[in-house]
């Protein structure tokens, strides 16, 4: 049970990274399109992963599921997504207020740069915290209820030197998150309970 649980914090994790501004309060559906990791192509990784995570989740007892979503909603995702696409996450208002790109879930590495053009928003960063150093640049796109996100990152920690260039998609279900946690009370509610 506990590798299904860090499994949806991996996918919920690259869907932080993909924020951008453009984004409303409420449940979002995120959908990893491509996913690069140094040098490999590891979309259909976490397509599987996902699956699998699904299909043991379907093969719990109603009372194993039930506590599983009840876990999985309390660290800001959901195990529901419509025909195999992503995941879903609720953006707080203090979270669509900000209105600039989250580099990462705990909203330590703010971006250096952000221009915002028409409906592109571009963003460059280059930061450290909790001893790992991230640099890298994005572009998000917003279209209706709709933000695709590319971005190219390399990070350094005590693990060594990764790139990661990633694609996503998110699109606004509506301001009901359906008992999801918004993604920044879920963070702030890990590190606490980490600590």
């Known amino acids: 049970m506990k590798h299904l649980v860090l499994a949806a914090f991996v996918t919920l ?3 932080a ?4 501004s453009g984004l409303k309060p409420g449940l979002w559906e995120v959908t990893p399109i491509r996913q690069v990791v140094d ?3 590891m ?3 976490m397509a599987s992963a996902k699956a699998k995570m699904e299909e ?3 093969n719990m007892s109603p009372a194993q599921r039930k506590q599983m979503e009840a876990m999985v909603k309390g660290m800001g995702t959901s195990t529901q997504s419509t025909a195999g696409a992503g995941t879903r996450v609720c953006i707080s208002p ?7 790109p989250m580099v ?3 909203g330590h590495c703010e971006p250096a740069t952000v221009n915002h053009s028409g409906n592109k928003t571009s963003f460059e960063f280059n930061c450290t915290s909790n001893g790992s150093t991230r640099v890298g640049k994005g572009e998000s796109t917003i279209s209706a209820d709709k933000v695709a996100t590319r971005l190219d990152m390399t990070t350094t920690d005590a693990r060594g030197r990764h790139t990661m260039q990633s694609e996503t998609q ?5 301001t009901d998150c359906q008992g999801i946690k918004p993604v920044d009370q879920a963070v702030k509610e890990m590190g606490a309970g980490s600590r």
Do not use: F, H, I
């Open 56 to 58: 043991s989740m379907a």
């Open 43 to 45: 979309t259909a990784q």
């Open 104 to 106: 990462d879930p705990e």
């Open 13 to 15: 994790s690259g869907a």
């Open 94 to 100: 203090a979270m669509a207020a900000k209105n600039k």
């Open 170 to 174: 998110m699109k606004y279900l509506g």
């Open 39 to 41: 040098g490999r192509d």
């Open 17 to 20: 990274l993909a924020q951008s």
